[in-house]
């Protein structure tokens, strides 16, 4: 499993694995890719853990259309997510200021 940090307010968009950009007809289902109930505070900001499956190679993340409306400040354009091992993840888990599990 590989895993990344995605702030509140922000969303999955398209998924990328080795033959490029993640086609659910040739896989026959969408990638793998869940929530999971941790989140750390950065900055005053909460962001949440989710973990996906290995043949993922990267995802795209975008701000919720609430989110651009609640603070029109919010980056408007996408940005592609570097994911990481579970080992960093659990090292970014220890070394948070703040950490939430529900």
Same mark, same amino acid.
Do not use: H
């Given at each position: 499993? $590989?895993?990344?940090?995605?702030? %509140? ?14 086609? &659910?007809?040739?896989?026959? /289902? ?11 505070? &950065?900055?005053?900001? =909460?962001?949440? *853990?989710?973990?996906?499956? %290995? ?6 993340? =975008? ?17 592609? $997510? /570097?994911?990481?091992? @579970? &080992?960093?993840?659990? &090292?970014?888990? @220890?070394?948070?200021?703040? *950490?939430?599990?529900?």
């Amino acid at each position: 499993m $590989k895993y990344f940090f995605l702030s %509140d307010g922000w969303s999955v968009g398209r998924v990328w694995e080795f033959g490029g950009l993640w086609n &659910e007809s040739t896989w026959r /289902r969408k990638p793998e890719i869940e929530q999971i109930n941790l989140c750390i505070v &950065e900055q005053g900001e =909460k962001l949440w *853990l989710y973990r996906v499956e %290995d043949t993922v190679l990267m995802v795209e993340v =975008k701000p919720t259309p609430e989110a651009v409306t609640k603070s029109p400040q919010t980056i408007g354009q996408v940005v592609l $997510k /570097r994911l990481i091992t @579970a &080992e960093q993840a659990i &090292e970014r888990l @220890a070394t948070a200021q703040t *950490l939430i599990g529900t």
